[in-house]
């Protein structure tokens, strides 16, 4: 069965750094594109980040362009979400999630990261 | 950008009655390719949103067919024939036509 596992959230000081992982299993990764997906505290979703199944291209939120870095490694079935100069209002849980049938088609999530930017 | 507004945004129904929430689009959210990408998403507290359609109509296997989807352009519905308790919680649309992609405000069910 399809299986998205994120890691790497915590408490981070605004201004600092974080790389958040997701690690996916029960299809083949490689084939499909991938997004990350924010919900802040008692908020809807907001989607961040995009990248194709071969990381020809990607496309990012204008609150997270020039900050925010998607890649993924498909020799290990892993996305990555490398965050920069956090704020305050990117504190939420982070959720990857899997295109299909289409990039523009987000079907399984995964249990979510929380990031927390605060002081 | 899109503007997905759904209404209403609180849901009150009583066990074994219909339910319809309403999304509509600030624009068209017919691709160039012909297809519609309109999503509806189930989240249940504590717990990740769960695809229930994709694409206005199609429904994601496991989905009970009491789920149903519907419209067209701009406008958007998605049913429940019969609300049963695990149907609790909050559903989104969420549009991929146009990027980047966005969700409504969300829709919270609970019974009344």
């Known amino acids: 069965q399809v299986q998205l596992v994120e890691s790497g959230g915590g408490v981070v000081q605004p201004g600092r750094s974080l790389r958040l992982s997701c690690a996916a299993s029960?299809?083949?990764?490689?084939?499909?594109?991938m997004h990350w997906v924010r919900q802040a505290p008692g908020k809807g979703p907001e989607w961040v980040a995009v990248?194709?199944?071969?990381?020809?291209?990607?496309y990012y939120a204008d609150s997270v362009k020039g900050r925010f870095t998607i890649s993924r490694d498909n020799s290990k079935n892993t996305l990555y979400l490398q965050m920069n100069s956090l704020r305050a209002e990117d504190t939420a849980v982070y959720y990857c999630?899997?295109?299909?049938?289409?990039?523009?088609?987000?079907?399984?999530w995964g249990q979510g990261t929380l990031v927390t930017v605060s002081s | 950008d899109v503007v997905m507004t759904q209404s209403p945004l609180s849901l009150p129904v009583t066990l074994g009655q219909p339910a319809s929430i309403s999304c509509r689009s600030s624009?068209?959210?017919?691709?160039?390719?012909?297809?519609?990408?309109l999503n509806w998403f189930q989240q249940r507290p504590g717990q990740s949103p769960r695809r229930l359609i994709y694409?206005?109509?199609n429904c994601d296997s496991g989905v009970p067919d009491r789920f149903s989807g519907s419209g067209s352009g701009t406008d958007f519905t998605l049913k429940i024939s019969r609300v049963e308790a695990e149907d609790v919680g909050v559903y989104y649309c969420?549009?991929?036509?146009?990027?980047?992609?966005?969700f409504g405000q969300g829709t919270k069910l609970e019974i009344k």
């Open positions: 029960g299809f083949n990764f490689s084939n499909y594109g």
């Open positions: 624009q068209s959210l017919v691709y160039s390719d012909g297809n519609t990408y």
């Open positions: 969420m549009q991929g036509t146009h990027w980047p992609p966005s």
């Open positions: 694409k206005v109509s």
């Open positions: 999630t899997r295109a299909h049938p289409r990039i523009r088609d987000l079907d399984y």
């Open positions: 990248i194709w199944y071969d990381g020809s291209n990607k």
